[in-house]
Structures are given as C-alpha cells and as structure tokens.
C-alpha cells in the first residue's frame, strides 16, 4: 500500500461544468476526510466518512458539492455547477480514529 | 468556536533554528499536530503532542506546547535549505469525528 490516492492530479474545466474526483485511501483506514485548500490558506475541513456512512457533511461549502464512499473503500467528491470560486486543491485523508491523518498529494481544480 | 493563528512569514539562516508559533482555541483539542508542506505537494506529518504533555523532542524537532496560554510552537534545530516549506498547525475537533481546523501556515524560508 503506497499511501492515499487522488486522481487526477490536476484538473481544468469550464465553468458550469460537473466535476468528479476519486480518492484511494490507505486499505486499512476506516476514516476518510476531505479537504479544500485555497491559494495560501490552510486546508479547509469539507466531510468524512466512517466506513460508508457520510458522519458530518454540514460544512460542505453549498448543494453542489456531495461526496459518496458506496462500499467503504474509495470515494468520490463531485462539484456541480463549477464556479471560478470552486478552483483550489481538494486534499483527501484517510485514519484509524484517534490516530493521525494520512494526506494525499490532492486534486489542483482550475475553473475557467 | 475553532480558531488557529499563525505568523505568515518566517526567514533563517541555514544552521540557525527556526521557531514556528502558532495559537489555537480549542482546549478540548487532545492532539495538536504539525504537518509540512512543499510547493506542489500534499500535506506531511511531521510530529504532534498530546494535550496532556509539556514538550516533545523528535529529533532536530521539539514541539512545546503551553495549554495555559493556548499556544503551540515548532523548533527545528540546525536548519537546512530542505525545511524551506509552509508549516501548518492543527487542533483536532474529537467532537466531529476527528476534524482538523488548521492555521493559515507559516512559510518558511532558509538562506544559505
């Protein structure tokens, strides 16, 4: 197991275009988290799942971001709608509770 | 509420040590972490400390944490050209399934 995954690296799209990006987290980690970090901010906390079920998801930014995680393994993260607001990195993590965070390298979004 | 503060701008001498502060809100927080940030490039742990202890050494790391004054910093020891990265500090939610609220970053840069 090499760590978290997040496909793809990079990511251009047009403005009003939906948008979806995976996450692979380590096998193991029953806990998977997403974040968004924007141009020299800190990573901002979006949702996370225990196993498949979505525990927290009020902070996602508005109803055109949803996350899934359908079998408890990878998720998904997609944006509707994109806006030129939306353009940041999307970082996914994944733990054990009670135990640190593993990041991945994050998905770059640029809405043009 | 959640708030983590960090100086924006930090410049050192290659073999000086540098001094990360950083100021949380949370006094539930059981861990404050330390994570490392390379332009490009996803986020690395690099040490925490437990709420209940005072300090911790990690190698040319040590992390002291005053609960008193909310108030963490990171020292590295002998600073190499390497360390030049944005240093994050985080304050975990235990209330919200291990949520990380984390500083705006300090970045770090090391002069020959």
């Given at each position: ?95 054990f509770?009670?135990?640190?965070y593993?990041?991945g ?8 | ?39 490009g ?27 008193k004054d ?31 609220t ?6 770090l840069?090391?002069?020959?």
């Amino acid at each position: 197991d090499t760590g978290v995954s997040q496909n793809p690296r990079h990511k251009i799209t047009k403005r009003g275009q939906n948008v979806t990006f995976r996450c692979d987290p380590i096998s193991e980690h029953n806990r998977l988290y997403w974040y968004r970090q924007t141009l020299g901010q800190g990573p901002e906390f979006l949702t996370y799942f225990q196993n498949e079920a979505q525990l927290e998801k009020s902070r996602l930014l508005s109803d055109r971001f949803s996350a899934e995680r359908p079998k408890g393994s990878f998720s998904t993260l997609e944006i509707q709608r994109t806006e030129q607001g939306d353009s940041a990195m999307y970082l996914c993590a994944s733990s054990f509770p009670n135990y640190g965070y593993t990041f991945g390298s994050g998905t770059r979004l640029t809405v043009v | 509420g959640e708030d983590v503060e960090q100086s924006l701008f930090l410049s050192v001498r290659e073999g000086d040590s540098s001094v990360i502060n950083c100021t949380y809100t949370d006094s539930s927080s059981t861990y404050l972490y330390w994570y490392k940030q390379e332009p490009g490039a996803g986020l690395q742990l690099l040490t925490y400390i437990f709420s209940n202890m005072d300090m911790k050494q990690d190698q040319r790391l040590t992390v002291l944490l005053n609960k008193k004054d909310k108030h963490l910093s990171l020292r590295i020891a002998d600073t190499q050209t390497g360390d030049s990265a944005i240093y994050f500090c985080a304050e975990v939610n235990n209330n919200a399934g291990n949520m990380l609220t984390f500083g705006g970053g300090t970045r770090l840069m090391v002069k020959p």
